[in-house]
């Protein structure tokens, strides 16, 4: 295994805080819901496990040495939070087996499927919707999301699926900006001026010698 | 069509941004030396995001150096590396398609101008079609269907832009890696798409007065050379979601010295572009042509 304080990115005479502190940031960071019907969503699995067991280690560590005990406050977020498609449907085997290509990672074979359905009810939006999402069609994706709860509005599943799309998801620490709806003005003025050299020149020309 | 990835300059330190700097010169270089002087002016900061993407995130050795646009005291440029020559071709193979489909698309004094960058171009794109087949091939292939979505007048952002992400994530299958290939297709992608739709937004106007294709109009319906207000928040969603998954697979993979450029990139820079774009303020920026130089 791995050095656990590696893993967590903190040196070994970090105190408890500190290394709670960082193990809570990357768990955040490599949550589920930052991940939700993600392509790469196994290696952030992978990564979270890898944080989870540096973080019992250097608790279990801890705890052996020191004489008054720390408390066993084990902070766990669980990546359970998985979707899965195939156990969470009772209904129509069709749709079933479109659920289990998605979570198998075989897109084109869930669209194929699909699109053999003439009877597009809101779980056919909803599933096509993910398959768009998938492949990063977002635009679709959220117009297949929003028909989806419009046909069946009391549904959580579609409901959590829509509002996830506009989830601001993990930001770092210092990083305050939301999205690009979000961004102060001025912010972005200065932004423009600082580039416009560089734009310049990819429409084809040098720009002019600064002499510096 | 490039030129719209940038990082954040108030999350940077000095070096950083000099290090930023150094690829943009490193770059410059390689293309001058590999491809002719022609080659150097398709430079721009969207081609050195590929280059730091393509090095392997160790401190580049540097040099100072002279060149047109520094001939006094000359920049710190990067050395030439296997990353910057990868990235130099790439580079040259996409400018020139990206001529290609300006001759096609255009027509009178417009396509003069277009036809003229081809010469100029044509050495330097052989040499790199030479270097990199199987990516000029890949280029090749994805402009022809974006031309034909073009011609079918398609209806969604998606399928278009679609064809412009898979050609910038074609860059992937130039690493060896499989799990670094795998976070690379997915960043790229959405960096492709993000660039396509976002400079769609900033030419809308213009496509708009001269009757050229530009997705946004079907897509919301248009009468108008601009977005509706509605519009836009749809439109600042669909941006928002693909930056977000550039940041979680930036988050995937350990990309060493160039974390904090990305990370400002990410997660706050093209914000910024893209509310810049929406807002009309970005081509203004870019006609005043304002010579402040540094990132």
Known sequence: MNDPYKVLNVSENASDDEVKKAYRDLARKYHPDNYHDNPLADLAQEKMKEINSAYEEIQKRRSGQSVSGYGQSSYQYGYGGYQSYGSTYGGSSVMQQVRMAISRGDIARAEGLLNAIDDHN???NFLKGTICYRRGWMDQAKRYYET????????????????????????????????????????????????????????????????? | MFGYVLPSREKLTEEERAGFQSMYCGLCHTLREKYGFAASLILNYDLTYLAVLLSDGEEEQTACRRCVAHPCKGRCAAKRTAALEKAAACSVILAYWQIMDGIHDSRGWKRLKYRAAERVLRGAYRKAAEDRPTFDEATRLQLTKLDELEKNGCTTLDEPADAFAELLA???????????????????????????????ADDLEKDYKSGSFNPLIPRYGLTEGKLTDEAKQDFAMTLDRSVRSMAAAFELWDFGCWAALLRSTFYEGLYQVGHAVLAGEFRRAKRSKNKEGNI
């Open chain 1, 122 to 124: 809101a779980e056919w």
């Open chain 2, 170 to 200: 074609g860059v992937a299958a130039e690493l060896d890696d499989p799990v670094r290939q795998r976070v690379y297709r997915e960043m790229l992608y959405h960096m492709g798409r993000w660039i396509y739709l976002v400079d769609a």
């Open chain 1, 148 to 212: 989806a709860c419009q046909m069946d509005p009391g549904n959580a599943e579609y409901a959590r699926a829509l509002s996830m799309m506009s989830d601001g998801g993990y930001r770092p620490e210092g990083y305050h900006t939301f999205g690009t709806a979000d961004c102060s003005d001025t912010y972005c003025i200065r932004l423009c001026a600082m580039t416009a050299c560089c734009s310049s020149m990819s429409s084809g020309v040098y720009c002019l010698p600064c002499f510096c």
